[in-house]
């Protein structure tokens, strides 16, 4: 566990280096897209999905944060219990892309969606131990994006970017001030976000989300390169029937070492002010069985969630079926209370 250890801190030291290199030269009439981003419907993160840890398997659709850090820890019935670290980044986002103007982010052509979707994907870099070999690491990177967000609160006019420029203008302040330094100044946002999270857990409509991901094993402190490595495949949507429920459905093709296997699944949502509880249902190749699984996830602080599940599966690589308890605690920015 000590590699893993070392691999986490390095993922926890790039994620507080991280920067947009645009965001210095923000014009007056552009704006950080990344700033609107709400704390709902976090997805799973892609590393863990890729490394066969993610606390969920059917998987949400929902767009990811532009920065974001997970500790997770598993626990099966065997006994073992397995951690791990993930950072995940938007390549977009570091590179300044979503400093611009709010007329080109709302822009329906070809590469004004293309743009739209290349703000909502990310690298996802993670680590974890191995419970058969604590001389060993497992690490996992994956690529993941949302394609289609009809949740997102930034195009429709008179929405929540509008309320927010207008009660800065009405406290005689420009757009161009950070929301996180105005509570000093006597103005209160809070209550926009509130709104604008419950319209947008309200808003009906469908997610479509996918992603590709690799694990493999570090032996002996080779990092020449991995062993063992099998790549991951997933599709998901996620449709939202109003503010209380969500119906999740997953694909997944797994490529074990000698062959690979599919999971497909659904799953229920039912959202709350303080928590989402979910409820899941997924068929596996692996074992030719139906797995039942349940988890719920809430915010702890602002930026800060945990989330805890409880299912049955059989191991990627093959394997007896085991009962396991997975938590995770993740953080984030762009995010706000």
Do not use: C
């Not at 093709?253 to 999971?263: A, E, I, K, P, Q």
Request: hydrophobic letters at 45%; aromatic letters at 8%; proline letters at 6%.
């Amino acid at each position: 566990m000590r590699r893993t250890g070392w691999v986490a801190a390095t993922l926890v030291a790039v994620g507080i280096a991280a920067r947009p290199a645009g965001a210095a030269a923000q014009a007056d009439d552009r704006v950080n897209i990344y700033r609107y981003i709400l704390d709902i419907d976090v997805p799973e993160p892609a590393a863990l999905v890729a490394l066969g840890l993610a606390p969920a398997h059917v998987l949400r659709a929902s767009a990811p944060k532009p920065i974001a850090a997970h500790l997770s820890f598993a626990f099966d019935s065997g006994g073992a219990t397995t951690r791990s670290a993930v950072l995940e980044v938007s390549p977009y986002f570091l590179a300044g892309g979503g400093i611009r103007s709010l007329r080109s982010y709302r822009t329906m052509t070809l590469w004004g969606r293309v743009r739209r979707v290349l703000t909502k994907t990310i690298v996802s870099l993670g680590a974890a131990g191995d419970p058969a070999d604590p001389g060993a690491a497992r690490l996992g990177l994956a690529l993941r994006s949302t394609f289609h967000d009809p949740h997102d609160p930034i195009p429709p006019p008179g929405g929540l970017v509008e309320q927010v420029d207008s009660a800065l203008a009405g406290a005689g302040l420009g757009p161009e001030l950070d929301e996180e330094d105005l509570a000093e100044r006597g103005v209160d946002l809070g209550p926009l976000y509130a709104r604008a999270r419950r319209d947008m857990r309200a808003r009906r409509g469908i997610q479509i989300a996918g992603g590709w991901g690799l694990a493999g094993r570090l032996e002996d402190g080779n990092f020449g390169g991995l062993r063992q490595v099998r790549h991951t495949l997933w599709f998901t949507t996620q449709y939202t029937f109003g503010p209380r429920f969500d119906l999740l459905g997953t694909a997944q093709l797994w490529n074990g070492f000698d062959d690979s296997h599919v999971r497909v699944g659904a799953a229920l949502m039912r959202k709350t002010a303080a928590l989402d509880l979910t409820t899941e249902l997924y068929f596996d190749s692996a074992d030719d069985r139906l797995h039942l699984g349940g988890w719920v996830e809430g915010r702890i602080l602002p930026r800060l969630r945990a989330a805890a599940s409880l299912a049955t599966e059989t191991d990627p690589g093959g394997g007896p079926n085991r009962l396991r308890m997975r938590t995770l605690i993740r953080w984030s920015v762009a995010q706000r209370p």
